[in-house]
């Protein structure tokens, strides 16, 4: 992300932060939210709690895929486009990525979306 890409703070959704910025170049119009979960820092038993409430709930149909080396657990799902959901630090929070082409433009792969999710949520919880 460039320096001249503004990040605005939205407080909907029920969330306690959440920020959304769009990359704009001539074929691909990139969107990311960040969004933390409601609710202050929760305990480890408290996380697994909302985690399989969660996988219960609003996931259940989107399958979550187990990704590693991010946060304390995360997963992936194409909710939304495509959503990376992690728990770090006692806080759950949810890293939305989607592309809309103009020009026919190939899309990045689901793999490539992951990776991307997962390198901005590593840099979130650096700064936790």
């Known amino acids: 992300m460039n320096d001249d890409v503004e990040l605005i703070q939205k407080e909907s959704r029920g969330s306690i932060c959440s ?5 704009k170049d001539q074929t691909v119009f990139y969107t990311v939210s960040l969004n933390f979960a409601r609710g202050k820092k929760r305990t ?4 697994d709690a909302a985690w399989k ?15 590693s080396d991010v946060g304390d657990r995360a997963s992936w799902s194409d909710l939304g486009g495509g959503q990376l959901r992690v728990a770090a630090n ?8 989607s592309a809309r082409v103009i020009r026919g433009e190939k899309l990045d792969d689901t ?9 901005l949520a590593k ?5 936790m």
């Open 44 to 47: 480890n038993s408290q996380i």
């Open 90 to 97: 006692g806080y759950i929070f949810y890293v939305s990525y």
């Open 19 to 23: 920020y959304e910025w769009t990359s």
């Open 111 to 119: 793999q490539e979306m992951i990776d991307k999710t997962s390198t």
């Open 53 to 67: 409430g969660q996988n219960n709930g609003v996931y259940k149909k989107w399958q979550p895929k187990e990704v």
């Open 123 to 127: 840099k979130v919880i650096e700064r």
